[in-house]
């Protein structure tokens, strides 16, 4: 089975040429704690900040560098829902790997699971048509185009005329059950990119009218996979209709299919810990985004899964080494303090209760108060290397209650402390970063960073395009404030502040203004030709995500 960490080791060693160094000689090998706030805004932070309620984060600002962190708009994600714009795991997909979602594959909160996919064809043209574009296909000509297909039974077989660019392909005959059909494209119909593709077809129906439900679409037929091959049978273009929505034309219903939460198997390039790990530096990854199932790392990693106690009772590779999830299951917090926490946070201050049993705010402040347990556990063992921790609480807070923090009206039964539900997020992660610096050697470079803003809307919060980005440590300018930064520019920065060089394929730069000009003069960024992508062989795993779907859902993130 190949994984994330197996596959580093080789190709950053093959990149790298022997020319690999871990650290500047002289100096002590660098511990470097992430910190990742999901949702920390600036202008919640400057005012808590203003009334001194943030220790632990001033703390940091005084001594380092801090500012606003451009997030990443996913435009596509932006036509469909504008709520989804700024999308947490598209974007912590990006802080950790410094690349564009194109290129690490996360580009929307669910993916679909291999092969369930599939999207219904019919529209208003007569006679209707479906078209797509297909981005690239390059390989050895003739070429093979093929379909899985079924016509809707309400129209029987029929006859589906196929045109590529403009040119007749032989048509095929559609039957009612799905069907496998491969046409022969003529050579010189194809071109490198950009090859338009038309399927005309000869009936439609809508399904309301056979009495078969309220569905007014009009569908012609169902299409779950189309590839093309080459004359050595090669797959060179494959369209998987949910993963590649976006490719599809006029002539498309949305497309339907099993999806999960993101997974570690869907990522496409390598994390900054995987690079870092190559080299010889230890890391320790706790709640990342994406995370599960755990993978090898050169040190530990606790997969996003570990902090859903749901998941915990009979998951699988929650951690890495595989035994760790045992150590760590005692740290787990009860009911008993989910109470005392909401009661703290003032969720529990409104009749009828703020939230239902079925919330998904009560499963992630049980999760950030263990994710921030196992960081006090695990931390101290960390000498040196990266350590992350991410907490997601103060997302969850903006979005049921930031209206309220900028003078909304009250749900009637609220008492007014519920106006405080944001800031007290807020000062629950102040109060544990606080103890997390407070058990971290005086030399540690700590890091804080949100993936996206909030900004209120009515009826609570959502996500906004400015974050967070603060850095303190070993040759970071102390007392600056820095307009600049972007999610792309962590995990070079991070690479960075191991003297490990930057792969040429990530897309974000080092931050180089954040340090003081003579260590930035005696440790210059270096980037190297390092090929970073990665293919998981890997399916992602259906079972057990319901869950997170319906947490996904609740948040309003997906319908
Ligand atoms: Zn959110």
């Known amino acids: 089975m190949?994984?994330?960490?197996?596959?580093?080791?080789?190709?950053?060693?093959?990149?790298?040429?022997?020319?690999?160094?871990?650290?500047?000689?002289?100096?002590?090998?660098?511990?470097?704690?992430?910190?990742?706030?999901?949702?920390?805004?600036?202008?919640?932070?400057?005012?808590?900040?203003?009334?001194?309620?943030?220790?632990?984060?001033?703390?940091?600002?005084?001594?380092?560098?801090?500012?606003?962190?451009?997030?990443?708009?996913?435009?596509?994600?932006?036509?469909?829902?504008?709520?989804?714009?700024?999308?947490?795991?598209?974007?912590?997909?990006?802080?950790?790997?410094?690349?564009?979602?194109?290129?690490?594959?996360?580009?929307?909160?669910?993916?679909?699971?291999?092969?369930?996919?599939?999207v219904w064809m019919g529209s208003e043209e007569d006679p209707p048509r479906a078209a797509l574009t297909l981005p690239e296909v390059v390989g050895r000509e003739p070429f093979t185009l093929r379909l899985r297909i079924h016509s809707y039974r309400a129209n029987g077989e029929q006859t589906v005329r196929l045109a590529m660019n403009g040119k007749e392909l032989p048509s095929i005959s559609v039957p009612v059950r799905w069907a496998e059909m491969s046409v022969l494209i003529p050579e010189n119909t194809l071109r490198p990119v950009q090859n338009d593709l038309t399927l005309t077809f000869s009936r439609q129906a809508v399904p309301a009218e056979q009495g078969d439900s309220s569905d007014r679409r009009l569908l012609a037929?169902?299409?779950?996979?189309?590839?093309?091959?080459?004359?050595?049978?090669?797959?060179?273009?494959?369209?998987?209709?949910?993963?590649?929505?976006?490719?599809?034309?006029?002539?498309?219903?949305?497309?339907?299919?099993?999806?999960?939460?993101?997974?570690?198997?869907?990522?496409?390039?390598?994390?900054?810990?995987?690079?870092?790990?190559?080299l010889g530096h230890p890391v320790g990854i706790?709640?990342?985004?994406?995370?599960?199932?755990?993978y090898p790392?050169?040190?530990?990693?606790?997969?996003?899964r570990m902090g859903m106690r749901d998941h915990r009772q009979d998951g699988d590779r929650l951690t890495w080494p595989p035994e760790l999830a045992e150590r760590l299951e005692p740290l787990a917090p009860g009911q008993q303090e989910l109470e005392e926490l909401l009661a703290r946070l003032h969720y529990a201050d409104c009749d009828p209760p703020l939230l239902d049993d079925k919330t998904a705010v009560k499963k992630?402040?049980?999760?950030?108060?263990?994710?921030?347990?196992?960081?006090?556990?695990?931390?101290?063992?960390?000498?040196?290397?990266?350590?992350?921790?991410?907490?997601?609480?103060?997302?969850?807070?903006?979005?049921?209650?930031?209206?309220?923090r900028h003078g909304a009206e009250l749900r009637p039964g609220c008492a007014e402390t519920v106006r405080e539900i944001v800031d007290q997020a807020y000062l629950q992660i102040d109060a544990w970063i606080g103890e997390l610096l407070g058990i971290l050697p005086e030399r540690a470079t700590v890091m804080v960073v949100s993936d996206h803003g909030e900004q209120p809307i009515s009826g609570g919060g959502h996500h906004a395009p400015y974050g967070i980005f603060l850095a303190s440590g070993r040759g970071i300018r102390s007392g600056e404030i820095f307009h600049g930064a972007s999610v792309l520019d962590v995990a070079p920065t991070l690479l960075h502040l191991f003297a490990a060089p930057i792969p040429l394929d990530m897309d974000g730069k080092v931050l180089a203004q954040i340090f003081e000009g003579p260590w930035l003069a005696s440790h210059p960024p270096q980037y190297a030709d390092i090929d970073t992508s990665f293919t998981s062989d890997e399916e992602a795993q259906a079972e057990g995500n319901e869950e997170i779907l319906e947490q996904l859902k609740a948040l309003g993130y997906i319908q």
């Open 2 to 118: 190949r994984t994330l960490g197996a596959l580093a080791v080789c190709c950053v060693v093959a990149g790298l040429a022997g020319g690999c160094r871990s650290s500047i000689s002289g100096e002590p090998p660098p511990l470097v704690v992430l910190i990742g706030v999901d949702g920390a805004t600036p202008e919640v932070i400057d005012d808590l900040r203003s009334q001194r309620k943030l220790p632990a984060f001033e703390r940091l600002v005084r001594a380092g560098t801090y500012g606003p962190m451009r997030s990443l708009a996913a435009r596509r994600l932006l036509e469909e829902d504008t709520r989804r714009r700024y999308a947490s795991p598209i974007l912590w997909t990006t802080i950790a790997t410094g690349k564009v979602p194109e290129k690490h594959g996360i580009r929307d909160f669910v993916l679909p699971i291999q092969g369930t996919a599939s």
């Open 221 to 278: 037929c169902e299409l779950s996979s189309l590839s093309i091959l080459d004359a050595g049978g090669q797959v060179v273009y494959s369209l998987d209709p949910v993963d590649e929505r976006f490719s599809l034309g006029r002539g498309f219903h949305l497309p339907q299919g099993k999806l999960t939460e993101v997974q570690s198997v869907h990522w496409r390039a390598l994390p900054v810990w995987s690079l870092l790990g190559s």
């Open 286 to 294: 706790t709640g990342y985004w994406g995370t599960w199932p755990a």
């Open 297 to 304: 790392v050169n040190g530990f990693l606790v997969s996003s």
């Open 364 to 404: 992630i402040l049980l999760q950030d108060e263990f994710y921030f347990r196992i960081a006090r556990e695990l931390l101290p063992s960390m000498e040196r290397g990266l350590f992350t921790v991410y907490f997601r609480s103060v997302d969850l807070a903006s979005h049921v209650a930031l209206h309220w």
